[in-house]
């Protein structure tokens, strides 16, 4: 099995590139191990604190977000860091030409129960044109040089891509290294299978109530086909599943805080993700729109995703066309 550098330097990407991400891997080698000792390691449980999202956070939130945070800093490779734990963005080394978002931690509230959790990322270019603080960030997810995510599961598996296909690795505990298992992901054109918290159904606009709806009818309805519902409340655990077998995984706005009608963060969650899914084979959208064509306006901004096997999610998007959405206090994009 290969190890991953030198499959990035068969792809000819850049040794400074290849040094941020393996910086950026080092660090959740780090929680790896944090997480696989679980109560031993005294990491687990909340805090009193609150992030940028109004969120509670989990103590490992905390210390992911530093390790990551202080790691990449210190390679004096990297421009800025952009958090979903961080109210603001950090600035490192001012002739340095890497930007990194991430979220440290996602799907944390598993942690107390031993479920999957992961660490999400995209890697952007300084802009040529004059930025500052956050607009160095408001790039489409089209302007991604890399993306991936560690998934913290049974193995240690690491997701990426740099813009030439997909590819997972696991991690080796007895070397320390990230090894090549799969050269080539591709996402399965259909699926019946589909991942959404059932729990917001009654909040959903029209277009997905129905759309699920015909889902949950099977064989009986319109599809001809039965469907089988997986939710795993971590968008890495539920991507991955996804990008391994194929599935649509969907977190739809919905009317429950007219302030907050999205979840997902659209610099830290669905635009990487976006990008691994894309070049998987697969689509991406809010239901109007394609992700990663979008115009960000603030680094915690939210979106409505709809994701996974293209042709499903052709289908998705076919119910946002025909059925009016009559909640127009929930739009599909919002900081």
């Known amino acids: 099995m290969q190890r991953l550098i030198p499959v990035l330097n068969n792809d000819h990407v850049p ?184 729990s917001n159904r009654r909040f959903w606009t029209d277009p997905m109530e129905h759309y699920i709806a015909d889902l949950l009818i099977g064989s009986e309805g319109i599809r001809k086909k039965n469907f089988n519902m997986r939710w795993n409340a971590a968008m890495v655990s539920d991507v991955h599943r996804v990008l391994s077998r194929g599935g649509i995984f969907a977190y739809p706005a919905d009317c429950r805080n007219p302030d907050k009608p999205c979840k997902l963060r659209l610099m830290y969650e669905a635009n990487p993700m976006s990008f691994l899914v894309e070049q998987a084979g697969g689509r991406s959208s809010t239901g109007y729109e394609r992700i990663m064509s979008l115009q960000p306006t603030d680094i915690h901004e939210r979106v409505s995703v709809v994701m996974g096997s293209r042709n499903e999610v052709d289908i998705c998007l076919d119910y946002f066309k025909k059925f009016e959405c009559k909640r127009p206090d929930a739009p599909f994009h919002t900081k």
């Open 15 to 198: 040794l400074h590139l290849i040094s941020v991400i393996n910086t950026l891997l080092t660090a959740t080698k780090e929680i790896s191990h944090l997480l696989h000792q679980g109560s031993l390691a005294g990491t687990l449980g909340s805090t009193l604190d609150q992030n940028i999202q109004g969120e509670t956070q989990k103590k490992l939130d905390i210390v992911s977000n530093q390790l990551i945070k202080n790691m990449l800093l210190e390679t004096n490779l990297v421009h800025a860091v952009a958090s979903e734990e961080e109210d603001f963005v950090v600035m490192g080394n001012p002739d340095a030409k890497y930007l990194v978002a991430f979220d440290p931690l996602d799907g944390s509230s598993n942690i107390d129960i031993n479920g999957s959790v992961g660490t999400i990322f995209s890697i952007l270019e300084k802009p040529d044109h004059a930025a500052e603080g956050t607009d160095l960030f408001l790039q489409t997810g089209d302007e991604q040089i890399a993306a991936g995510y560690i998934l913290y599961g049974p193995s240690t598996m690491l997701v990426l891509t740099t813009g030439k296909g997909v590819r997972m690795f696991t991690l080796d505990h007895t070397v320390g290294e990230f090894l090549l298992t799969v050269e080539q992901v591709r996402v399965p054109e259909d699926t019946k299978e589909f991942a959404i918290n059932m």
